[in-house]
C-alpha cells in the first residue's frame, strides 16, 4: 500500500486493536500506523480493557473470537469502562468487527443487536486498504468531515 504521494489518511487517529493472533496484530499495525494512525495493539479483552485506563481510542478494532471473551461483550465492556472513568461518552466509540466468519450471524454469541453495536464488519481475510478505508470513514463520520470523491 503506498501512502508516501498522499496525505496520511488516518493522521491523528487513535485506534485500539484487539486480536489474539500476533501476525494480525503486527501486519495491522504496521499498515495504521503507515496510514498515520497511532495504534496500541493488545491480544486479549482483558489487555485492551486494561489500555483504555492510559489511551482513550477513537475507533475499536476487534476480532469477534477472543479467548477470554467475545469481541461483542468485550466492546460492552469498554464502553462502560470507559464511562466510569470519565474519559469519554461512551457510545461515541465506533467500532469495526474482525471475524473469520463472513456472515456476522454465524459469530458465537452474537446476535442483531450485537452487531448492530460495531459500525462496520470486515470478514478475515479482508483487504488493508478496505481495512484503513473503514477507519477513515468512521473517523471521519465521527469528526463530522464528508468524504470528497
Known sequence: MELSNQALPLEGVRLLLVDDQVDIT?????ILE???????AVHSAEEALRAVEGF??????????????????????LRERIGTLQLGPTQDIPAIA???Y???????????GAVASFQKYLAKPFELE???????ELSQA??????VS
Do not use: F, Y
Request: proline share 5%; with cysteine; net charge negative.
Open 26 to 30: 503486527k501486519i495491522v499495525t504496521w
Open 34 to 40: 503507515d496510514a498515520g494512525a497511532e495504534v496500541v
Open 56 to 77: 482513550l481510542p477513537d475507533i475499536l478494532i476487534s476480532d469477534i473470537c477472543l479467548p477470554d471473551m467475545n469481541g461483542h461483550l468485550l466492546l460492552q465492556h
Open 98 to 100: 474482525l471475524s473469520g
Open 102 to 112: 463472513s456472515n456476522p450471524s454465524l459469530d458465537n454469541g452474537s446476535s442483531q
Open 130 to 136: 478496505e481495512l484503513v478505508r473503514s477507519v477513515a
Open 142 to 147: 465521527q469528526s463530522g468531515v464528508q468524504l
